[in-house]
């Protein structure tokens, strides 16, 4: 009788009540490593027992190409698998999911759609040192410095973060540009500029509302040869500073400029020695520097010295607003007009390497 009560009391109309509750966003479809022709891995993928924190969004900077068919997409999963194996060294591909131009969705490094579908473990991948476990890669096919993603495929990209987000309970606003972390101009300009707004597209996916302010995160802008400005003035005082350069202020980032980037970069043993300021080499540049007087002068004390004049550039562009007595990370963000709600800074355990 038991069990004819128990029928009896979970007998509801379809429909009705009893029904699940929500199950979060749809999983889009992602297409497993042997069904798009992956090579098995060279040695075995490691698994953490942890969830990753955050999303980095990347692009390939490969072609933008019109063929925008599922085989099309496949084909870019083999050669960057290709790629990643044979001229990296590596042990399969880098990064966790790949979205093509068509928008197909594909897995990235073996073992990873299984992970995220049971949600609670991370597959070490190799798409940016420091962020290998901590954070999901996600390639997407192309290269958007100039030019945007097609629409099919940032609404993949949308639907596979909002997952993503579900899936390890990651916030929507932890979705970050390669460029965030590294000198890398990856995930390109136009990408990159989108971020704000893939934010707050995957928190309504979720259901959550994401402020404007919540939307914009903390970083560092991007500079390399060819720009110019007040940031670049800036940059150049803090590479005097360093040491770096003894050459001229002149607020165009030139050849001198890159060799100035480039000799600190190599200084401070960065992993991209390769001229472009970015996201790895900014938070060592832009050291904290403090108002001379201390107390005494709180307030009307000027900030000493090449790293002084960096903050003086900066503050006369922005007259109006009060500048701290202590310029930290938060405070060159800000006045180099980069600052947002501010980022964790959390990285790999020790011993994780790109492999
Ligand atoms: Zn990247």
Not at 4 to 23: I, K, R, S, W
Not at 234 to 241: G, H, K
Request: proline share 7%; hydrophobic share 35%; with cysteine.
């Amino acid at each position: 009788m038991v069990g004819a009560g128990l029928t009896a009391g979970l007998v509801v109309a379809p429909g009705t009540a009893h029904a699940a509750p929500a199950p979060g966003p749809p999983a889009p479809f992602i297409e497993n490593c042997p069904s798009w022709g992956a090579r098995r891995p060279s040695s075995p993928v490691k698994i953490w027992d942890r969830r990753p924190i955050r999303i980095l969004v990347h692009h390939t900077a490969g072609p933008n190409q019109r063929d925008v068919s599922r085989d099309a997409g496949r084909r870019t999963a083999r050669s960057i698998q290709a790629y990643h194996m044979d001229h990296n060294g590596w042990l399969d591909s880098g990064q966790h999911f790949t979205i093509s131009r068509g928008g197909f969705v594909l897995e990235g490094r073996f073992l990873s759609l299984g992970e995220l579908n049971a949600g609670r473990r991370q597959v070490e991948g190799a798409h940016c040192t420091g962020q290998n476990v901590v954070a999901i890669g996600i390639e997407n096919e192309g290269t958007y410095i100039g030019e945007g993603p097609p629409p099919k495929l940032w609404d993949s990209l949308r639907a596979l973060c909002a997952y993503i987000c579900f899936r390890y309970a990651i916030p929507p606003t932890e979705l970050y540009g390669h460029r965030d972390y590294k000198n890398t101009i990856c995930p390109g300009d136009r990408l990159y500029s989108m971020l704000p707004r893939l934010r707050s597209e995957v928190g309504a996916v979720l259901g959550r509302r994401v402020s404007r302010t919540e939307a914009t995160r903390a970083s560092w802008p991007l500079l390399r040869t060819g720009d110019s400005g007040p940031e670049v003035t800036a940059a150049q005082y803090l590479l005097r500073d360093a040491g770096a350069t003894r050459g001229s202020v002149t607020g165009r980032f030139d050849e001198a400029t890159a060799d100035a980037v480039r000799e600190f970069q190599s200084a401070t043993k960065a992993e991209d020695v390769n001229g472009i300021l970015g996201g790895e080499s900014w938070p060592l540049l832009a050291r904290t520097v403090s108002r001379e007087g201390g107390l005494l002068l709180r307030g009307t004390g000027r900030y000493q010295g090449d790293a002084g004049r960096a903050v003086d550039t900066l503050v006369a562009r922005r007259p109006l607003e009060s500048t701290p007595d202590t310029v930290d990370a938060a405070a060159w963000q800000r006045l180099l007009g980069t600052g947002g709600a501010p980022v964790a800074e959390v990285s790999d355990p020790p011993g994780v390497a790109n492999r």
